[in-house]
């Protein structure tokens, strides 16, 4: 498998591929640096004048819960086997994901033994400009000691930041068979919006996965937190829905290649096969063409405008990959009869493919102007303090 790109807030920067999220740079200054760190070398702050404001994206739950080894996995293409060797998160670890156009954020990897309400620990700063939390349950544990600090998590998030999306991993389901699993998944539910509704906090919403870095419902959980991040998922989905309508397809999704989390999809429901179909197609094209493709690309990726595949399947349903951008792919289920008619499919594509890059363009005007602003801002306060400093 080929590398994907995971920029360091003070190395290369997609900075125009970001998505339009508050992010106070300022309060970042609350962490020391021995605070904020990872090993992947990611330190620093964002540039006060790029402008780009990624959401964050917290990971927090007990120790030896699985939030490093889920980054590592979706992010870092690990093997899940490699995980065992994990060592303990001790600092807070902060990582830049710019892996597309549309899918770009900050994922904060929280040590497990941290006592994140220490006064030294400045909370409201950190849920001030989240997105989503993630909280990581042990499913294979007793998770009386995860809920009560699910609990105490939330609802201290919640007053400073009523935005933010809770987002709860039942983790580690591979130990355990279905039936097993439904019945955890529905102890767990029933206990957390029990002691929110004690708390008089019922309006808080909790969503449940049962997720496991040992088959694709890592990538599927991910991919739902990741999309309601993303304020142009409405219009994606509709564009989609009038391709796959005038196409005579299926079903049909957009994926980022490299972190296999796809960030929209048609209206008809989803299911895991059809999903894990796509991630084996996308991991077949990209290993095909890392071996037999284009040697010296020097980006990593071995995927350009070029990219495509078709599988026929043996229940007389055709896969269908298109590049759409450089790091999006269009991966649709079309029925034999249906693809007889692949000329209109590709017309078609290619106006759904114009469509993106309008929505793109668009993000990028916003980008740019504020970008603008906070230039314009910076200079005011660099000049009132010049004039301070004279006036000394
Ligand atoms: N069976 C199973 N084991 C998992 C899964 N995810 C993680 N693990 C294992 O859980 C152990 C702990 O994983 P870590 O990712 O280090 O946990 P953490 O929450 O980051 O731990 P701290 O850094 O101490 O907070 C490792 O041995 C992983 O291999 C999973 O989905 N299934």
């Known amino acids: 498998m080929s590398g994907h790109k995971v920029s360091a807030v003070s190395g290369e920067e997609e900075e125009d591929e970001a998505l339009g999220y508050y992010d106070d740079e300022d309060d970042l200054e609350a962490f020391s640096e021995s605070e904020l760190g990872c090993e992947d ?73 941290i006592d994140f309400f220490d006064p030294t620990f400045d909370y409201e700063m950190i849920f001030r400009g989240t997105g989503a939390l993630i909280f990581v349950i042990d499913s294979q544990d007793d998770y009386v000691e995860a809920l009560r600090r699910l609990h105490l998590t939330v609802t201290r998030a919640y007053k400073v930041n009523p935005d933010i999306n809770f987002e709860i991993f039942i983790h580690k389901v591979d ?30 919403h909790l969503s449940f996965y049962l997720t496991s870095i040992y088959d694709h419902s ?29 196409s005579g397809i299926e079903k049909a999704f957009l994926f980022d290649v490299v972190s296999k989390i796809y960030i929209a999809t048609d209206s008809s429901p989803v299911d895991m096969q059809t999903y894990e179909l796509c991630c084996d197609m996308i991991d077949v094209v990209i290993d095909i063409s890392c071996i037999y493709g284009v040697t010296d690309s020097g980006a990593g990726l071995p995927y350009d405008e070029e990219s495509m595949a078709i599988i026929h399947l043996n229940n007389t349903t055709v896969m269908y990959l298109k590049e759409v951008t450089k790091f999006l792919a269009m991966v ?13 499919i590709d017309y078609n594509f290619h106006c759904f493919k114009n469509a993106i890059q309008e929505v793109f363009d668009v993000r990028v005007k916003v980008q740019q102007n504020r970008k603008l602003l906070s230039q314009r801002r910076w200079s005011k306060l660099s000049m009132t303090n010049g004039v301070t400093n004279n006036s000394n």
């Not at 994206?57 to 065992?84: A, C, D, W, Y």
């Not at 990538?219 to 989609?240: D, G, H, M, W």
């Not at 649709?332 to 209109?344: A, D, P, Q, T």
Request: include cysteine.
């Open 41 to 113: 070398g990611v330190l620093g702050f964002n540039d006060p004048l790029s402008g780009e404001v990624k959401p964050r994206i917290l990971l927090m739950g007990l120790r030896r819960s699985g939030k490093s080894s889920i980054q590592k996995v979706v992010f870092h293409k690990m093997s899940p086997n490699e995980t065992l060797f994990l060592e303990s998160t001790n600092k807070i670890c902060r990582e830049d994901v710019s892996s597309s156009s549309f899918v770009s954020f900050q994922i904060w990897d929280f040590p497990g033994q």
């Open 175 to 204: 130990g355990l068979s279905d039936d097993h699993k439904i019945e955890k998944q529905r102890d767990i539910h029933k206990r957390a919006n029990d002691d929110l509704a004690d708390a008089g906090l019922e309006q808080i």
């Open 218 to 246: 890592i990538f599927e959980a991910f991919s739902k937190v990741v999309q309601k991040l993303i304020p142009q998922l409405p219009t994606l989905e509709n564009l989609l829905n009038i391709f796959i309508s005038n």
């Open 332 to 344: 649709c289920f079309v029925r034999r009869e249906s693809f007889e008619r692949k000329g209109l």
